[in-house]
């Protein structure tokens, strides 16, 4: 049972105990799992280790985000970050990833451009997956210049939304049937929590070493990589996770933004689901709402938002700025 927030906002922890109600008698045995907002793919890392002595394995993520005043769900957010170093000094997400985006420019000249690029892309990609957060809401460039401003250089449609919702997947060792998806790797890599504390705010080492471990484990490397759903919480999270993820060498992820390899039909497709920035960002459940999007896009169920024959999916789930990250390599069944 993955979940971020559910004490502060909901009031309620020992969730899996509350999951259990709804299968009163079984007994079965279950655990909460949190990391920020990484818990997701956290706990899709620890039920493929633990298939040895549980199987099969049903991981849940969920996360209720709406209703609550919005500076006391900031705060709340806010305590993925370090008490002293980052809470203590205000420093919010929207502003701890304006920095990274700001270091990101001053090195490598990235531009706002570049940023409004993955926000239509990925808003794009949401109205053809009917379960998005903005499925239903056509954003335009229109529509990004009339922004405000959130923390420069990011602007409002930088911003992924306040989102609701859940999802499951379940695992075993065994096939459990003819569209059963192999995961070839999986790894969870953690780092210092604040941006304070690292000399280089323009990639985050967790992900490149998960990334390294997971590949490694699937046996292959970033070029084999057909499709990526990768920790877009911001715009700029997406170019460091491609950077990180070496589907692009530092400073170079902007080439493919710019050329269209990374739409749908493009190279090298990221976030065809409209990932976190336009699919939504309910914590808990990201990182199982990305297994998810891997498995139908391997299974070739993905409609309108459907990747050409894709072999090995990424998916790439972060807590914080980097703190935690999971990484996992997706196979379609040979």
Known sequence: MASFLGGPNEHQLHLNAV???LMPGTRMP?????????????????AVRLLATYDPILVV???????????????????????ILDQAE????????????????????TRTRDLELISLK???????????????????????DAGVMVASPLRLFDCCPVSDGAA???????????????????AVRSDVISLAQRADCTTFPAAREAAAAAYSEAGITASDIDMAEVHDCFTIAEIIAMEDLGIATPGEAVKLIRTGDTEIGGRMPVNPSGGLKAGGHATGATGVGQICEAVTQLRGMAGDRQVVDPTYVVTHNVGGVGGTCAVHVLRRSM
């Open 19 to 21: 999951i259990a109600g």
């Open 30 to 46: 279950g655990w909460r799992v949190e990391a920020a907002c990484a818990s997701g793919g956290v706990a899709v890392h620890q």
């Open 61 to 83: 993520g969920v996360e209720r985000l709406s209703g609550l005043p919005g500076a006391e769900l900031t705060r709340n957010i806010g305590m993925a970050g370090d008490v």
């Open 90 to 109: 205000d420093l919010n997400f929207p502003a701890t990833y304006a920095l990274v985006a700001q270091q990101h420019m001053a090195r490598y000249g």
């Open 122 to 144: 990925n808003h794009a990609n949401a109205t053809k997956n009917p379960k998005a957060h903005f499925h239903h809401k056509k954003v335009t460039q229109a529509d990004i």
């Open 168 to 186: 499951a997947v379940i695992l075993s060792s065994k096939p459990l049937g003819d569209h059963s998806i192999p995961i070839a790797g999986s």
